[in-house]
């Protein structure tokens, strides 16, 4: 529920604030003083376009925030929540500013949220029927949802059953179709696959081997040279010839140092110390002579490894910068071969798939059918008897639900996207459904019921939708209705009609109208004037809470447009007396 409206620097408002509650909230005020200004600020709140010439002349920007109650809508303080926003004490504030440039920011609970974000967390919130509202009841897809929406959780099952299979059967046809266009593709692209996996195969790469290889060719390339240095460098640790080396040096400084070891302990310490470098002098001289002795020349083997390189490497320029770069595309290649190989088994399981789907959205789509024609039967019946109430006693509304034939594809056939047969038809369908619904009006005995855009004036269509939203008061989540002057075109004893039915509709929800019938807003919880004051230079307008004293000069100035007429004063009186029972909060 929302809580309170503040508005600043929009359009003739320069700062005012709309407190609100549940049950029936009337506006009421002079032409030109800023009424629609209000549902200007809630459309704003729901994220609705915004246009920088609302801004008050002289504004940098106009800003619009609102106080939403949260404690019996869990789903929207998750929203806030996933925006950012934050909930505090059971509210939350939603705000959005629209500079003179005509800039746009939007806020959910203290955080930044684009346009969208507010959309998403507000939108559910508010239901607003204006007279723009009215075309909108004149299309098919928001008929369709009415009904829908009255059907109640027997048909929103069906229809859940039904998306979830039209989903599915449309992910399955077009995988299909792509695997049935795309069959010569595959083809080709399969040859490559296992042209290239034989190459692979016949040479056989190890993990690692071109790095093994690349050293062994540099040491088989290189063996004389090799050789040479470990046999020099064999001869300077340990000569075969008498010529001095490093052991013999190494030994005859240790000898010299032992000799004196017992004049100077540190000597003897320096002699240990040789002694171990002997040793391991001695260690690396074998070592060295050990591997000079492993050391040959083979132009075969070096041929050989070569050869297997340049293999390796061939494979490499093809598949994969590395090795095992190849290995990675040969195991990626050979699971893709195998679902290319599987194309016509594959063609196979999406056509029975889509089969076995077409068969169920075909028994969903009777059982559908039927939950909403028999709705259909209800709510027609239950609008009529509110236009009855609503002073149009001969009205009849009714609701058409019908389908589209299409011819039967040729036996054996099944085209994708094509018609779906339901029991003995083959009918046209989309994702709510094989069925269009039609709201038909027939205002008069005797006339013939005929589409509302054809067969209902603007009164009567502003009586129809009010109509609606009672018998759909039942069903709709939406807690907030706000009807901007719904009711033109409506006098008399119609009006009184259409403010009695507003009053009910507000026992179940939050009702904010906009109106200039007293009858209307004589039934109202909450009065609210928007009055106009000018100094001269400037324009401005405020909201003013009306008492039960100010309530009847206001209707008196709604029904005689004279100021202190003590004959309306007490037409205004007798008016509200009359509406106090049928009060949403009386």
Same mark, same amino acid.
């Given at each position: 529920?929302?809580?309170?409206?503040?508005?600043?620097?929009?359009?003739?408002?320069?700062?005012?604030?709309?407190?609100?509650?549940?049950?029936?909230?009337?506006?009421?005020?002079?032409?030109?003083?800023?009424?629609?200004?209000?549902?200007?600020?809630?459309?704003?709140?729901?994220?609705?376009?915004?246009?920088?010439?609302?801004?008050?002349?002289?504004?940098?920007?106009?800003?619009?925030?609102?106080?939403?109650?949260?404690?019996?809508?869990?789903?929207?303080?998750?929203?806030?929540?996933?925006?950012?926003?934050?909930?505090?004490?059971?509210?939350?504030?939603?705000?959005?500013?629209?500079?003179?440039?005509?800039?746009?920011?939007?806020?959910?609970?203290?955080?930044?949220?684009?346009?969208?974000?507010?959309?998403?967390?507000?939108?559910?919130?508010?239901?607003?029927?204006?007279?723009?509202?009215?075309?909108?009841?004149?299309?098919?897809?928001?008929?369709?949802?009415?009904?829908?929406?009255?059907?109640?959780?027997?048909?929103?099952?069906?229809?859940?059953?039904?998306?979830?299979?039209?989903?599915?059967?449309?992910?399955?046809?077009?995988?299909?179709?792509?695997?049935?266009?795309?069959?010569?593709?595959?083809?080709?692209?399969?040859?490559?696959?296992?042209?290239?996996?034989?190459?692979?195969?016949?040479?056989?790469?190890?993990?690692?081997?071109? %790095? =093994? /290889?690349? @050293? #062994?060719? *540099?040491? +088989?390339?290189?063996?004389?040279?090799?050789? !040479?240095?470990?046999?020099? &460098?064999?001869?300077?640790?340990?000569?075969?010839?008498?010529?001095?080396?490093?052991?013999?040096?190494?030994?005859?400084?240790?000898?010299?140092?032992?000799?004196?070891?017992?004049?100077?302990?540190?000597?003897?310490?320096?002699?240990?110390?040789?002694?171990?470098?002997?040793?391991?002098?001695?260690?690396?001289?074998?070592?060295?002579?050990?591997?000079?002795?492993?050391?040959?020349?083979?132009?075969?083997?070096?041929?050989?490894?070569?050869?297997?390189?340049?293999?390796?490497?061939?494979?490499?320029?093809?598949?994969?910068?590395?090795?095992?770069?190849?290995?990675?595309?040969?195991?990626?290649?050979?699971?893709?071969?195998?679902?290319?190989?599987?194309?016509?088994?594959?063609? %196979? =399981? /999406?056509? @029975? #798939?889509? *089969?076995? +789907?077409?068969?169920?959205?075909?028994?969903? !789509?009777?059982?559908?059918? &039927?939950?909403?024609?028999?709705?259909?039967?209800?709510?027609?019946?239950?609008?009529?008897?509110?236009?009855?109430?609503?002073?149009?006693?001969?009205?009849?509304?009714?609701?058409?639900?019908?389908?589209?034939?299409?011819?039967?594809?040729?036996?054996?056939?099944?085209?994708?996207?094509?018609?779906?047969?339901?029991?003995?038809?083959?009918?046209?369908?989309?994702?709510?459904?094989?069925?269009?619904?039609?709201?038909?009006?027939?205002?008069?005995?005797?006339?013939?019921?005929?589409?509302?855009?054809?067969?209902?004036?603007?009164?009567?269509?502003?009586?129809?939708?009010?109509?609606?939203?009672?018998?759909?008061?039942?069903?709709?989540?939406?807690?907030?209705?706000?009807?901007? %002057?719904?009711?033109?075109?409506?006098?008399?004893?119609?009006?009184?009609?259409?403010?009695?039915?507003?009053?009910?509709?507000?026992?179940?929800?939050?009702?904010?109208?906009?109106?200039?019938?007293?009858?209307?807003?004589?039934?109202?919880?909450?009065?609210?004037?928007?009055?106009?004051?000018?100094?001269?230079?400037?324009?401005?307008?405020?909201?003013?809470?009306?008492?039960?004293?100010?309530?009847?000069?206001?209707?008196?100035?709604?029904?005689?447009?004279?100021?202190?007429?003590?004959?309306?004063?007490?037409?205004?009186?007798?008016?509200?007396?009359?509406?106090?029972?049928?009060?949403?909060?009386?």
């Amino acid at each position: 529920m929302i809580e309170e409206i503040r508005i600043s620097s929009l359009g003739v408002i320069d700062a005012s604030t709309l407190e609100l509650g549940p049950g029936l909230t009337v506006i009421t005020g002079e032409t030109g003083a800023g009424k629609t200004m209000i549902v200007t600020a809630l459309g704003l709140l729901l994220g609705g376009r915004s246009d920088s010439g609302a801004v008050r002349v002289g504004a940098r920007h106009a800003r619009v925030e609102g106080v939403v109650l949260v404690s019996d809508l869990p789903g929207l303080r998750a929203a806030v929540e996933e925006a950012g926003g934050e909930v505090e004490d059971d509210r939350v504030v939603l705000a959005r500013n629209v500079s003179a440039e005509g800039r746009s920011r939007a806020f959910v609970g203290g955080a930044t949220v684009p346009v969208s974000g507010l959309v998403a967390v507000a939108e559910p919130l508010v239901a607003v029927h204006g007279q723009s509202d009215q075309h909108r009841l004149l299309q098919a897809k928001a008929q369709r949802a009415a009904l829908d929406s009255f059907g109640g959780p027997a048909l929103a099952e069906l229809l859940a059953s039904w998306t979830t299979l039209f989903d599915r059967l449309r992910v399955v046809e077009a995988e299909l179709d792509d695997v049935v266009a795309h069959a010569r593709e595959r083809a080709r692209e399969a040859d490559l696959l296992r042209f290239g996996l034989e190459e692979v195969e016949q040479v056989a790469p190890e993990p690692g081997e071109d %790095e =093994q /290889l690349a @050293a #062994e060719e *540099t040491r +088989l390339g290189f063996a004389d040279t090799l050789r !040479a240095a470990a046999e020099q &460098a064999r001869e300077a640790l340990s000569s075969d010839e008498g010529s001095p080396d490093a052991l013999a040096t190494t030994s005859a400084a240790r000898t010299a140092l032992d000799g004196v070891r017992s004049h100077d302990a540190e000597a003897g310490e320096l002699a240990d110390r040789l002694a171990e470098v002997t040793y391991l002098l001695s260690d690396v001289a074998a070592d060295v002579a050990g591997y000079a002795s492993r050391i040959d020349t083979d132009p075969a083997r070096l041929a050989g490894v070569s050869e297997r390189r340049a293999a390796l490497t061939a494979l490499t320029r093809k598949y994969g910068d590395t090795l095992d770069e190849v290995l990675a595309w040969s195991e990626q290649a050979a699971s893709r071969l195998l679902e290319l190989d599987g194309t016509d088994e594959r063609v %196979e =399981q /999406l056509r @029975a #798939e889509q *089969t076995g +789907l077409r068969e169920e959205l075909g028994a969903v !789509a009777l059982r559908l059918t &039927a939950a909403r024609v028999e709705a259909a039967a209800r709510l027609a019946d239950e609008v009529t008897t509110e236009l009855a109430l609503l002073a149009m006693p001969h009205a009849r509304l009714g609701i058409e639900v019908r389908q589209h034939e299409s011819a039967a594809p040729a036996p054996g056939d099944q085209p994708t996207g094509g018609p779906l047969r339901v029991g003995d038809r083959w009918l046209r369908y989309a994702r709510s459904g094989v069925d269009e619904v039609e709201l038909l009006l027939a205002a008069n005995t005797g006339t013939e019921a005929r589409p509302l855009h054809k067969g209902a004036s603007g009164g009567e269509l502003s009586r129809v939708m009010l109509a609606l939203e009672v018998a759909l008061a039942g069903t709709s989540p939406v807690p907030t209705f706000v009807f901007d %002057e719904v009711d033109a075109g409506v006098g008399g004893a119609a009006a009184v009609e259409v403010g009695r039915r507003l009053a009910q509709l507000a026992r179940t929800a939050q009702v904010l109208v906009v109106t200039h019938l007293p009858q209307v807003a004589a039934y109202a919880d909450r009065h609210v004037v928007v009055r106009k004051s000018h100094d001269g230079s400037v324009t401005s307008s405020g909201l003013t809470l009306l008492d039960e004293e100010a309530r009847e000069v206001e209707l008196s100035r709604m029904m005689a447009g004279l100021a202190g007429s003590e004959t309306a004063v007490a037409h205004a009186r007798e008016l509200l007396e009359v509406a106090q029972p049928a009060r949403a909060l009386a």
